[in-house]
């Protein structure tokens, strides 16, 4: 029985537990959902809901071009991941370009380790950022291959913007390789900054034991 359990936990047929929820750590039914909403203890992911603003849907009314929307995309995405980056290393960045009220404008961060997942979300909530209060969460999502929107890749997805899984507003692949090289340089600079700074104490250990030796 147990194991039965385990094996359908989060799918459709668990009747207990939201699988919307648990794939897309956000499910439209919210708080009203008949189905249990398992908040993570410990996750990689965090979930910054409705952090983007996505300048089509302001009320201002403004016209944008595509260039115009592209780069003010790119300019968020590399604010957020340079930002998030400082919490440790960064795996994956996804931006909802979703309309529902559950998905628009979600932000996901899944990072290496757990611990860095959770000094984001210690520090974050007492931020601001474009002269809004940061909200941050942890997400049960791990797959974002489950979570996002399969037709939406190849545009294929008829619910559009209404879509209850993901559609992941894409940055330049320019700018996410430069991002994710950037990303690797610093961690390898950070890492060789630490070994300098600590001896290798098995070597010193060593020494310090054949020093003994010859004394003796």
Not at 12 to 17: A, P
Not at 140 to 148: G, K, L, S
Request: glycine share 4%; proline share 4%; net charge neutral.
């Amino acid at each position: 029985m147990a194991s039965h359990l385990a094996s359908i936990y989060g799918t459709e047929q668990d009747k207990v537990n939201c699988s919307f929820y648990y794939k897309i750590g956000a499910c439209r039914h919210g708080e009203r959902c008949s189905r249990k909403h398992v908040k993570p203890n410990f996750s990689q992911t965090i979930l910054c809901p409705n952090m983007y603003k996505n300048p089509i849907h302001e009320p201002n009314g403004k016209k944008f071009t595509q260039r115009e929307l592209a780069e003010q995309f790119d300019a968020f995405y590399e604010d957020m991941f340079c930002e998030f980056s400082k919490y440790g290393e960064v795996e994956q960045l996804v931006v909802c370009d979703n309309v529902g009220d559950h998905l628009v404008g979600n932000v996901y961060v899944r990072f290496k380790y757990e611990e860095s997942a959770q000094n984001a979300i210690d520090d974050l909530n007492s931020r601001w950022y474009s002269q809004r209060p940061v909200y941050a969460e942890l997400s049960p999502v791990t797959d974002f291959r489950e979570a996002c929107c399969r037709q939406h890749e190849t545009s294929e997805c008829q619910r559009g913007g209404l879509c209850n899984f993901m559609h992941a507003k894409k940055p330049s692949p320019q700018l996410l390789r430069d991002l994710v090289l950037a990303q690797r340089k610093y961690l390898a600079l950070n890492a060789a900054e630490e070994m300098k700074k600590e001896p290798n104490s098995d070597s010193t250990n060593r020494w310090v034991s054949v020093t003994a030796e010859r004394k003796n």
